[in-house]
């Protein structure tokens, strides 16, 4: 069984992935052609996630993701033996602090017709742009009549700064220029339900309640 925290990505990220799979209590998700590491990852349990993995076949595992040319990609909650380390993000609750400090950035949710430009910016913030168009190809048919899903964007002087996918209380795709920009987009993302889980990148200096780990790391 996944750890809560896993659960949670796999539940946020599953209707927007290509292909899942399950096995021995770890869940696969696979999206050839888009460059989310939550959408390219197999999510272990944390009794799988230690130096005895026993349970899933990793070797099936590794052949599944290479199979549609991907790396064998691994998220788990503690270091995994036998992988090497590739990212590392904490998720937590989000509340904002209770004297906003005061910003010049402005959120706004958009329509699917900016999807485009959404992943534009999106892109931009996590220094892979050239990913844009693949990722706004691929969500748009997923996102399509989903009333469960929002698309907020961050502006500031008038240029896209944040972009961010609300659903159901949770915001596990989501990136910003910098910190002043993070905080007003998960502010915004809050008020849509009066609570907000977020996945936030371990070096981003934003405070999570009850932060949990991911690793993100690929088989040797």
Excluded: K
Excluded at 3 to 14: I, K
Excluded at 53 to 64: E, F, I, M, S, T
């Amino acid at each position: 069984m996944l750890p809560a925290h896993l659960h949670e990505l796999v539940e946020f990220h599953a209707p927007l992935s290509t292909l899942q799979r399950g096995q021995g209590g770890a869940v696969t998700l696979l999206t050839p052609g888009v460059n989310v590491l939550a959408l390219n990852a197999t999510f272990l349990p944390d009794d799988l996630a230690g130096a005895d993995l026993d349970g899933p076949d990793l070797d099936a595992v590794r052949n599944g993701h290479e199979g549609q040319g991907l790396p064998a990609l691994m998220a788990s909650g503690r270091p995994l033996a036998g992988a090497r380390e590739v990212a590392r993000l904490v998720v937590g609750a989000w509340a904002p602090a209770a004297v906003p400090a005061p910003s010049d950035v402005v959120v706004e949710q958009v329509s699917r017709l900016h999807l485009g430009t959404w992943a534009a910016v999106l892109a931009s913030a996590h220094g892979t742009p050239g990913w844009a168009q693949a990722l706004a190809r691929h969500l748009a048919p997923r996102l399509e009549g989903d009333r469960q899903s929002v698309l907020l964007m961050a502006y500031r002087a008038g240029e896209a700064v944040g972009a961010l996918l609300w659903r159901r209380g949770a915001a596990h795709l989501w990136g910003a220029a910098d910190g002043h920009a993070a905080r007003p987009l998960l502010d915004a993302a809050f008020a849509l339900e009066g609570t907000l889980r977020v996945s936030v990148a371990g070096a981003e200096p934003l405070q999570l309640t009850d932060p949990r780990p991911v690793i993100y790391s690929v088989l040797d």
